[in-house]
């Protein structure tokens, strides 16, 4: 019912992550025991899908038409940077290689991007190329606060992942007696998972939903080591 309900919103990125979360999380905590669940969940999201695009015009142009245009597949005419999410990647790409080592500063993309020398790329809607970010958490970083930030960032991210996947498999013992962190763990993997479009790191609630989530891995661990 979950993965129904979010995917006939037509929210393409929401349902796909929905889909992953839950997959994740029975594979992990069932392992290969819950494998036709995984593929029953799998087969209700594209059976829900195909459904959908067939019976509405609105999600097919959703579902189906915004997504081959956005990235650029199934048309001769166009690639992923002539959508308005490309050109923002390339223009984010660009503004970071001009500013490699501190970025332009924080929350500048919105005003870098409209200099005249980032209105040469090839893109048929390079005059789309503003935003308030450039909707990716990593090239967003990159742009705005550099290689420094990314190292930064990096390490706050592999650090939690550390503790909250490998190291359970390392040391099992840990997390004998707390399974808790496994939903907390494929939340927060999901919602740094670079090859995605998503909202800005710096001016939305995803910083505080993701550091909420490594707040909590890192008290679960804390009071496992207690226990």
Same mark, same amino acid.
């Given at each position: 019912f979950l993965v129904f309900g979010v995917v006939i919103t037509g929210e393409k990125v929401s349902s796909v992550l929905t889909?992953?979360?839950?997959?994740?999380?029975?594979?992990?905590n069932y392992g290969?025991?819950?494998?036709?669940?995984? *593929? *029953?969940?799998?087969?209700?999201?594209f059976s829900t899908f195909t459904v959908l695009v067939f019976s509405s015009e609105t999600y097919k142009d959703r579902i189906w038409t915004e997504t081959t245009r956005t990235l650029g597949i199934f048309n001769e005419n166009r690639n992923f940077f002539d959508s308005e999410h490309g050109v923002m990647f390339l223009t984010a790409f660009s503004i970071w290689k001009d500013y490699? $080592? @501190?970025?332009?500063?924080?929350? +500048?993309? &919105?005003?870098?991007?409209?200099?005249?020398? $980032? #209105?040469? @790329?090839? #893109?048929?809607?390079?005059?789309? &190329?503003? #935003?308030?970010?450039?909707?990716? @958490? $990593?090239?967003? %970083?990159?742009?705005?606060?550099?290689?420094?930030?990314?190292? %930064?960032v990096s390490f706050i991210f592999l650090f939690v992942l550390y503790i909250a996947i490998f190291k359970k498999y390392i040391d099992e013992s840990l997390f004998q007696?707390?399974?808790? !962190?496994?939903? @907390?763990?494929?939340?927060?993997?999901?919602? %740094?998972?670079?090859?995605? *479009? #998503?909202?800005s790191?710096? +001016?939305?609630?995803?910083?505080?939903? !993701?550091? *909420?989530?490594?707040?909590?891995?890192?008290?679960?661990y804390q009071k496992q080591q207690l226990n």
């Open positions: 889909i992953v979360s839950i997959s994740l999380f029975l594979l992990i290969l025991k819950k494998l036709a669940v995984i *593929f *029953f969940i799998i087969l209700t999201m490699k $080592y @501190f970025g332009s500063g924080l929350k +500048t993309f &919105r005003e870098v991007c409209k200099d005249d020398k $980032y #209105s040469n @790329f090839e #893109s048929l809607v390079i005059t789309e &190329r503003c #935003s308030t970010h450039p909707h990716n @958490f $990593y090239l967003e %970083i990159l742009s705005e606060i550099g290689l420094l930030g990314m190292l %930064i007696n707390n399974n808790y !962190i496994s939903p @907390f763990a494929i939340m927060f993997l999901i919602e %740094i998972f670079p090859i995605k *479009f #998503s909202g790191f710096f +001016t939305t609630g995803n910083s505080t939903y !993701i550091f *909420f989530i490594i707040a909590v891995i890192l008290g679960l």
